[in-house]
């Protein structure tokens, strides 16, 4: 699987937009792009993926650059709840057979 | 629907002894994933089962670990004899068939003293 660049920490007014950004200058094109975030002690949790597609859902929006070297994941109205580590996977897609690999993902702390 | 169900919650047990962690994944998932968080080592795979076959086990430190999954919803990863490095949260999670991200549990704590 593709390996990922996060920075190791962001931080973000509450109630602003928060912007992640994730470098995969080597992402092979059945390669899908995964964000999962983990609160304090608790386990990780499925954000959003996308393959070129930008993407949304309830929680955030998923951009991927044309070339898909890299994403942005942006949670619109950033609250003190979203302060987490964030981590962008890169992974073959299809199925369940797979496996995910974390990296050291980036800090986001929201700041009242 | 309960979640990825994990138990126990915490366990602290002395050097040598052997732990039993305990894993309920989510029905109708058919793969199950167990992983390690330490500050040092971050988020480490340890195995991994489909349709309750280990697919990968590289993961897996050495042959104090073992893990198994009798049947589609129940998995264990066993250690013994147990070591203070082994000290970490042991998270299980479980995917569908779909493509969409995995469920993880609220892991165990584990401290070996």
């Known amino acids: 699987d593709a390996k990922t660049t996060q920075p190791p920490s962001m931080d973000c007014a509450e109630g602003r937009a928060a912007n992640l950004p994730c470098n995969h200058s080597t992402i092979s094109g059945n390669e899908y792009v995964y964000w999962y975030r983990q609160i304090h002690s608790q386990g990780p949790q499925y954000i959003i993926h996308g393959l070129k597609n930008n993407e949304t859902n309830e929680m955030a929006s998923l951009i991927i650059t044309e070339d898909r070297k890299s994403s942005t994941l942006i949670l619109p109205h950033a609250t003190l709840r979203d302060t987490a580590v964030y981590y962008c996977?890169?992974?073959?897609?299809?199925?369940?057979?797979?496996?995910?690999?974390f990296g050291k993902g980036t800090l986001l702390t929201v700041n009242p | 629907d309960a979640g990825v169900i994990q138990s126990p919650r915490h366990e602290v047990t002395e050097m040598g002894q052997e732990v039993t962690l305990r894993c309920k994944p989510i029905s109708g998932h058919n793969s199950l994933f167990w992983y390690r968080q330490t500050m040092m080592r971050g988020l480490e795979l340890l195995i991994y089962?489909?349709?309750?076959?280990?697919?990968?086990d590289s993961g897996m430190p050495e042959d104090r670990f073992s893990a198994k999954m009798p049947n589609a919803s129940f998995s264990t990863l066993k250690i013994q004899p147990s070591e203070p490095r082994d000290s970490a949260v042991y998270f299980c999670a479980s995917g569908g068939p779909d493509n969409y991200g995995y469920t993880f549990g609220s892991g165990t704590r584990l401290t070996v003293v």
């Open positions: 996977i890169v992974r073959v897609g299809g199925g369940s057979n797979y496996k995910l690999t």
């Open positions: 089962f489909n349709n309750n076959v280990p697919i990968d």
